[in-house]
């Protein structure tokens, strides 16, 4: 199984969700990096602005190529309730997707808000199969049953059938 794990993380939770998805399922790692880093207060002003009206940061990445994977895997933190824009620009330069399965989560203080919803449309509309996804808040990004359980669902989703 081939897996292509595409994540960006601001504080470093999701960047600790992906390493433990990564020491178990291997796979390609592709951080997706904004080309201007925001401040923290331009994170919490400006980014969280950007990211309610669903749009789009210029990212390191111009197209993300998944057509080798066999399972997509999306992280992103939640902003005001929906995906970062630099993960909103990551999913629009994904190729290759068609036809694969896709787990996606979110990692949060609280709540997921619209983010899974919003990415799995994004998804399913250029041909992937959203077959798990999982929000990580402050109590689940310390449980290793729900790390594992997104672990789980990534190599059932790598299988064939």
């Not at 592709?30 to 880093?37: A, I, Q």
């Not at 990212?59 to 399972?71: G, P, R």
């Not at 808000?113 to 041909?127: D, F, Q, S, V, Y």
Request: hydrophobic letters at 40%; a positive charge; aromatic letters at 6%.
């Amino acid at each position: 199984m081939k897996t292509s794990i595409i994540y960006h993380s601001y504080s470093g939770n999701t960047r600790s969700v992906v390493e433990n998805v990564h020491a178990a399922c291997g796979g390609d790692l592709v951080e997706v990096k904004l080309t201007r880093d925001y401040s923290r207060i331009t994170a919490y002003t400006l980014g969280c602005y950007r990211a309610m009206k669903g749009l789009c940061d210029p990212i390191e990445q111009k197209a993300i190529d998944v057509a080798a994977a066999d399972v997509i895997v999306i992280g992103t933190p939640v902003w005001a309730g929906k995906a970062t824009p630099a993960i909103n620009t990551a999913v629009a330069a994904l190729e290759g997707c068609r036809g694969k399965n896709a787990v996606i989560f979110a990692t949060c203080g609280k709540d997921g808000g619209e983010t899974l919803p919003i990415i799995k449309n994004a998804l399913e509309t250029k041909g992937a199969k959203v077959t798990g996804e999982f929000v990580f808040d402050r109590a689940g990004l310390k449980d290793p049953d729900r790390i594992n359980a997104m672990i789980s669902a990534i190599k059932t989703s790598g299988r064939t059938p």
